[in-house]
C-alpha cells in the first residue's frame, strides 16, 4: 500500500481457458465503449458478466469471441473452439411460420439426431413440432439452448438465458444450465442484465462499468464495497444465488486468491 492507494494485481493467465482477455479493451470514435478488461474462462468454469446497461458486457463478450478485435490489450481463444450462443434478441418474423424443429436448422443444417438429442435435453422434445410464437418464455429459452448445444460445443455463450422468465422457471434454467455445463464439459460465459441475480455454481463474477470494477465468487462480490457503491444492494445487501441440491460446486467453494471480491480502480 502506498499512499492510501490499494494495489490490485490482475489474475493470472489462465491454463488452457477457452478464451482469454488480457487488459483489452475497445474504442469506437475515440471512445472507450470498455477497457482494462482481464477474463479467463477455462473448460468446465461458469464466468458470468454483470453491470448496468452501457457498461461493457456484450462488447467484452464480442471481444473474447473474436468478433471484434481489441483497440488495446490481447484476446486470445483456444484453437478449433465451438461455440454455441444464446442471443438476448433474435431478428426474425414471427408472424412467419416457424416450428421449433425447423428454427433448430434455420442457418445451418444439423443431423436429425443432434436435434432429437437436443430437444430432449432441454426437455421440449415433444415441442418440435409446435410453433416458435405460441412457445411460453420458458420454454422459448430452452428452444435456443436447444439450438446452442446441438453440436456439444466447447464454449456456451448465454446473453440473458433467463428473461421473459418467472423465477421459478429462471431457478429450472440455471440448474438445467449447470446440468449441460458439466455433461458437456464446456465453459459458459454468461451475461446477466439483473445487477442482482446469477448462477449459484458461478465460478467467478465479473462485474462492469466500462471496466472492471470487481471479480470474484457471487458471495464475495455481494460484500464488496465496488459492487453495492456502484450497483446498490437489496435489502438483503446480497446478490440473489439460484442455488440447488448439488453441494460439489457451490459458491462457498472459492478458487484459491478469490474468497474475497477483488476491487479494482483504474486511473
Not at 456456451?156 to 421459478?168: A, I, K, M, R
Not at 434454467?173 to 439483473?194: A, F, P, Q, T, W
Not at 445487501?237 to 486468491?257: F, S, V
Request: net charge neutral; with cysteine; glycine share 10%.
Amino acid at each position: 500500500m502506498d499512499g492510501g492507494t490499494t494495489h490490485i494485481e490482475r489474475p493470472q493467465v489462465a491454463v488452457n481457458a477457452l478464451v482469454e482477455l488480457q487488459n483489452a479493451g475497445l474504442n469506437r470514435a475515440g471512445r472507450w465503449l470498455v477497457r482494462g478488461v482481464d477474463l479467463a474462462v477455462p473448460r468446465g468454469h461458469v464466468v458470468t458478466l454483470i453491470g448496468p446497461n452501457g457498461s461493457g458486457k456484450s462488447t467484452t463478450a464480442r471481444l473474447a469471441l473474436g468478433l471484434a478485435a481489441p483497440s488495446e490489450g490481447r484476446a486470445r481463444r483456444a484453437k478449433g473452439l465451438r461455440v454455441g450462443y444464446v442471443p438476448q434478441k433474435l431478428a426474425i418474423d414471427w408472424t412467419l411460420p416457424l416450428t421449433v424443429r425447423r428454427f433448430m436448422s434455420l442457418t445451418r443444417r444439423l443431423p436429425e439426431a443432434a436435434v432429437e438429442r437436443a430437444l430432449e435435453r432441454v426437455g421440449i422434445a415433444a415441442l418440435a413440432e409446435a410453433q416458435m410464437r405460441t412457445l411460453s418464455g420458458g420454454e422459448f429459452q430452452r428452444a435456443l439452448i436447444a439450438r446452442a448445444i446441438a453440436l456439444a460445443p466447447d464454449l456456451l455463450v448465454l446473453d440473458e438465458p433467463v428473461q421473459g422468465v418467472d423465477v421459478n422457471g429462471e431457478a429450472a434454467l440455471y440448474k438445467m444450465i449447470d446440468e449441460i455445463r458439466r455433461e458437456l464439459d464446456c465453459g459458459v460465459l454468461m451475461i446477466s442484465h439483473d445487477l442482482h441475480v446469477v448462477m449459484a455454481s458461478t465460478d467467478t463474477v465479473i462485474c462492469l462499468n466500462g471496466h472492471v470494477c470487481c471479480r470474484g465468487t457471487p458471495d464475495a462480490v455481494s460484500q464488496s464495497p465496488a459492487y453495492r457503491t456502484l450497483f446498490g444492494w437489496r435489502p438483503s445487501g446480497d446478490i440473489a444465488l439460484y442455488r440447488h441440491d448439488h453441494h460439489h460446486h457451490d459458491c462457498a467453494g472459492a478458487h484459491e486468491g478469490e474468497t474475497q471480491a477483488q476491487d479494482e480502480t483504474h486511473a
